[in-house]
């Protein structure tokens, strides 16, 4: 039995070997056409979050310059875990300024080299000085970019005080987030942060369960109660992270919140359903909201807003390759307008102003950007109405908006600490 | 078969040996390095320390005694109170003790059903894919079409606002121990469904019979024949729903609006923060509290024997 078993084996295995040298044959003699081997195919790996991974910017790359790209698109958290543990993984990374802190010192990012960027010095002074393009000074509590943009040289782990010439980011997309509120269901004006904690909207409230950005958010409500002021909300002291969380814990024992949310889809759920009425929010998604035709407003407050802001890095396995020459062809085309154009027009704001502005249509430019009422219908990049004529959008202008902002997303000294004050918190 | 396998002397020692050890070599590969390797990593690294963008190769227990970090002190404190982390496992254990009762009587009383209840096999197995339902759609559907139905706004409440059973929505329908539990029920009984049928039906019905001639009630026989030999199933079914929800965090989140705490919770904020050794620290904790729940389980029932 066995015998006769071991006999068809040695059959098969010979007819296979067989096969596999007639297919070995076979890939040879098509192998006539030099050409096609020469140039490698121009592929970039693009770690990120899927919020700036559009698809239409995908299209737009490969027509314009030939570039495919290819999207790894994880949450904000596995983009710092992936730098982190695996740089091999992705050639091109788009992360926070925020998680820089984290970033560099893995020693996993290349600096980006000024020199090889076109447009380098058009990049707006919120990200190399800390002010608007006018000179006016904008808050910088948190993780301002300005702080992190640059490092001393190109294989330094340190930040740098001044510009240089080796950037940690190149800026991509950057905005100013506040509360979103339903103005059907609160019926009276909302000015302040503090409102976020009014007992008014107990079981109507949301705030985002993501620890580094949920705890400013708190300091803002803080800060509005009255109760103290933060010498920098974006780097608390350990009594300054418990009496924030004290505050956030009292609310929730109280009912306050209707839920955390963690997902970006999660929010819209909350709004659009009327689960909550005001809740920590970001800007697309007051938009998305608004698409389904339910009123929403992303509400200008007093004390200001909680900016953030993205951008490219290139990972330290492409260096000296020619993936690394790609990637600056690729960084260099996203600044160069379209995609500018393209961002500005779903909210968020373009690193570089003018390339931008030149890939926009007048009243695009004056209603986004200039505050201006919307002059016809505003719609978004696929062609769904966002805005009809005559609206105004939440905030106003640019200068108004990034000229408001107190504080940017942070990672904090103690962030250890204030991680396990946060599981606490959930728990309490 | 262990008999006619010790019949045949004749076979040689060695012919015998290699080819068993080659053909458990593959599933033991797999258990090797998706399991073995992982787990032995897990627990390595727990005892590794760590700062804001690194883990340091290190043996220290600083993450188990951060872990528990003020435990007794508050808890023998003069207004004693539960640590974070002694409060968080209370919450996990007690949805996890709920979830696994309700499962457990719900999933007997379909298994019973369809094994004594529906004679013919056709009509058992097309009531078997029904109980599979739940299972066709992504965690992120029922995500969004839970709200529609328990929101404020959901149907529930306007249906009973209509019919004026109530004045004001409830609203503990929704982002609640409630909805949670609910979920883990529609989403795990069939895991209790499966094992338990599986049992009864292997279950001699002759022995039913001779219950019911012996003059047994339908309680007795229920109670002294189908529960004793439908013990390996409810067994393994609940090591398999206690074993989930330990572990879950995702529908915790999004039925409990990452409100209520959960062990995973807890784990996964701090993987996101980058904290991976206290993270494997807490899953060790984990792991050692359910492999204690499942001896304890073993105890009852030996499952090798009875399988």
């Known amino acids: 039995m066995s015998r006769t078993r071991r006999k068809h084996v040695v059959t098969r295995r010979t007819a296979m070997k067989g096969a596999g040298s007639l297919a070995l044959l076979g890939s040879q003699t098509v192998t006539g056409f030099p050409a096609v081997w020469a140039q490698a195919p121009k592929v970039l790996r693009y770690l990120g979050t899927a919020v700036n991974q559009s698809p239409d910017i995908a299209k737009k790359v490969k027509e314009d310059t030939g570039i495919s790209l290819e999207y790894i698109p994880v949450t904000t958290d596995d983009v710092s875990r992936r730098v982190i543990t695996q740089p091999n993984s992705y050639d091109i990374v788009d992360t926070e300024y925020f998680s820089l802190r984290k970033l560099v010192p893995s020693g996993n990012m290349l600096a980006m080299d000024g020199k090889r960027i076109k447009n380098f010095d058009k990049i707006t002074p919120v990200f190399s000085k800390g002010e608007l393009p006018s000179g006016k000074k904008i808050g910088d509590q948190g993780t301002a970019p300005k702080k992190v943009m640059f490092l001393e040289g190109q294989n330094s782990t340190k930040f740098a005080k001044t510009p240089t010439q080796w950037a940690t980011l190149i800026p991509t997309t950057y905005n100013a987030d506040t509360l979103g509120i339903r103005p059907d269901l609160v019926k009276r004006p909302i000015g302040n942060w503090k409102e976020l904690l009014n007992p008014e909207f107990r079981g109507k409230a949301a705030i985002l369960n993501i620890p580094s950005i949920g705890i400013m958010d708190a300091a803002m409500v803080v800060e509005s109660m009255g109760e103290y002021k933060y010498p920098d909300k974006g780097n608390m002291t350990k009594p300054e992270i418990d009496r924030t969380m004290k505050v956030l814990t009292e609310a929730k024992r109280a009912g306050q919140f209707r839920a955390f949310w963690k997902d970006f889809n999660e929010s819209v759920n909350l709004m659009a359903s009327g689960e909550t009425v005001i809740q920590s929010m970001w800007s697309p998604a007051v938009t998305a909201v608004k698409s389904k035709g339910i009123p929403c407003v992303y509400q200008p407050l007093a004390e200001g807003y909680r900016a953030w802001a993205a951008g490219f890095a290139l990972s330290k396995s492409i260096k000296g390759t020619p993936k690394a020459d790609l990637a600056y062809e690729f960084v260099n085309w996203f600044l160069d307008g379209w995609a500018g154009a393209y961002l500005n027009r779903q909210g968020y704001y373009s690193a570089v102003l003018e390339t931008a502005k030149a890939k926009m249509e007048p009243y695009e430019w004056a209603f986004w950007m200039e505050g201006k009422p919307a002059e016809r219908d505003i719609k978004a990049p696929d062609g769904t109405l966002l805005e009809k004529a005559g609206a105004k959008r939440d905030g106003g202008s640019y200068d108004e908006r990034m000229g408001s902002v107190a504080c940017w997303n942070a990672v904090m000294d103690e962030n250890d600490y204030m991680v396990k004050k946060w599981n606490e918190f959930i728990a309490a | ?307």
């Open chain 2, 1 to 307: 078969m262990r008999v006619s396998t010790a019949n045949m002397p004749s076979e040689p020692q060695i012919e015998k040996g290699l080819p068993a050890w080659v053909q458990a070599l593959p599933l033991a590969a797999v258990f090797a390095i998706f399991f073995v390797v992982p787990l032995f990593l897990t627990v390595m690294v727990s005892f590794w320390n760590y700062n804001e963008y690194e883990i340091l190769p290190d043996f220290t227990a600083r993450n188990y005694l951060e872990a528990f970090e003020g435990c007794l002190d508050r808890l023998l404190s003069t207004a004693p109170e539960l640590c974070t982390t002694l409060k968080t496992y209370l919450t996990t254990l007690r949805i996890a003790t709920v979830v696994w009762l309700i499962t457990l009587i719900l999933g007997f009383a379909i298994a019973y059903f369809l094994a004594f209840h529906v004679r013919s096999l056709s009509v058992q197995i097309v009531l078997f894919l029904l109980c599979t339902i739940p299972f066709w759609t992504s965690n992120v559907i029922r995500m969004i079409s839970w709200i529609p139905l328990l929101g404020r706004n959901g149907l529930i409440n306007q249906t009973l606002l209509q019919l004026h059973v109530i004045k004001q929505p409830l609203e503990w329908l929704l982002f609640s121990d409630f909805a949670v539990i609910l979920a883990f029920v529609h989403l795990y009984t069939l895991f209790m469904i499966v094992p338990i049928f599986n049992s009864m039906m292997r279950i001699d019905r002759s022995l039913v019979e001779a219950a019911t001639d012996a003059g047994a009630s339908g309680w007795q026989t229920l109670a002294n024949v189908i529960i004793p030999l439908s013990k390996t199933g409810i067994v393994i079914g609940s090591i398999f729903v206690l074993t989930i929800v330990m572990g879950d965090f995702v529908t915790i989140g999004v039925m409990g609006g990452q409100q209520i705490a959960s062990v995973g919770k807890m784990i996964n904020t701090q993987m996101g923060a980058l904290q991976f050794p206290p993270a494997a620290a807490h899953a060790v904790i984990l792991l050692a509290s359910v492999l204690m729940s499942i001896w304890g389980l073993t105890r009852l029932v030996d499952i090798r024997k009875e399988l």
